[in-house]
Nanobody, 120 residues
Framework: QVQLVESGGGLVQAGGSLRLSCVTS????????MGWYRQAPGKQRELVAA???????NYADSVKGRFTIPRDNAKITVYLQMNSLKPEDTAVYYC??????????????WGQGTQVTVCS
């Protein structure tokens, strides 16, 4: 089994910054990609940022220039550095991982979500 545990959400004023963390654990052989998604009330879940095992990144247009997705050297923890936050960034943020297990099975896993609220 694979677990993703997020942390770092909270309440921040517009223009402020937050850093989310996602730690992976379990029966992981390798990680193909990790990403952050968000879901605001009444809206569909959307991709915010993603990073592949090779280090390629992809960002939603709405966060380009404000958010980055660094990871640690062991590639088991991914972060979402959020700067210049806007009220429209308010959502539950979910970590996602595309993983190859130790039994050569590929699967997609989700964290439990962490709330980010940006007040104006």
């Amino acid at each position: 089994q694979v677990q993703l545990v997020e942390s770092g959400g909270g309440l921040v004023q517009a223009g402020g910054s937050l850093r989310l963390s996602c730690v992976t654990s379990g029966s992981i052989f390798s990680i193909n990609a990790m990403g952050w998604y968000r879901q605001a009330p009444g809206k569909q879940r959307e991709l915010v940022a993603a990073i592949t095992s090779g280090g390629s990144t992809n960002y939603a247009d709405s966060v380009k220039g404000r958010f980055t997705i660094p990871r640690d050297n062991a590639k088991i923890t991914v972060y979402l550095q959020m700067n210049s936050l806007k009220p429209e960034d308010t959502a539950v943020y979910y970590c996602n991982a595309d993983v190859n297990s130790r039994w050569n099975e590929r699967g997609t896993y989700w964290g439990q979500g962490t709330q980010v609220t940006v007040c104006s």
